[in-house]
């Protein structure tokens, strides 16, 4: 069992960077890919990016690659999303997600979900 708490939501202006954390509860944290996903108001959730259990390996959508990094830290169990460049499209409430599928942008991979954390980019 994952419990898993987001946080460092905020608002932010576009052209601006914002860090989002996600903190697991358990002893396994390391052996899930931990992902992101977001929904914005009135659009089905998703996916932003995953990362492997080592942090070896990262799958991003192409709507954030190249300005969003996702990294771990398992002494910490805590997964992050730096996002830099951001822009107004990508408001919406950001979940953090565990499975063991391996790499997937599918929302049926992932067994395990935070509450999100809100984000909101002004224009």
């Known amino acids: 069992q994952v419990q898993l708490v987001e946080s460092g939501g905020g608002l932010v202006q576009a052209g601006g960077s914002l860090r989002v954390s996600c903190a697991a509860s358990?002893?396994?944290?390391?052996?899930?890919?931990m992902g992101w996903f977001r929904q914005a108001p009135g659009k089905e959730r998703e996916f932003v990016a995953a990362?492997?259990?080592?942090?070896?390996?990262?799958y991003y959508g192409d709507s954030v690659k190249g300005r969003f990094t996702i990294s771990r830290d398992n002494a910490k169990n805590t997964v992050y999303l730096q996002m830099n460049s951001l822009k107004p499209e990508d408001t919406g409430v950001y979940y953090c997600?565990?499975?063991?599928?391996?790499?997937?942008?599918?929302?049926?991979?992932?067994?395990?979900w935070g509450q999100g954390t809100q984000v909101t980019v002004s224009s």
């Open positions: 990362i492997t259990w080592s942090g070896g390996s990262t």
């Open positions: 358990g002893r396994t944290f390391s052996s899930y890919v």
């Open positions: 997600a565990a499975g063991r599928v391996g790499l997937s942008r599918l929302e049926r991979s992932y067994a395990y």
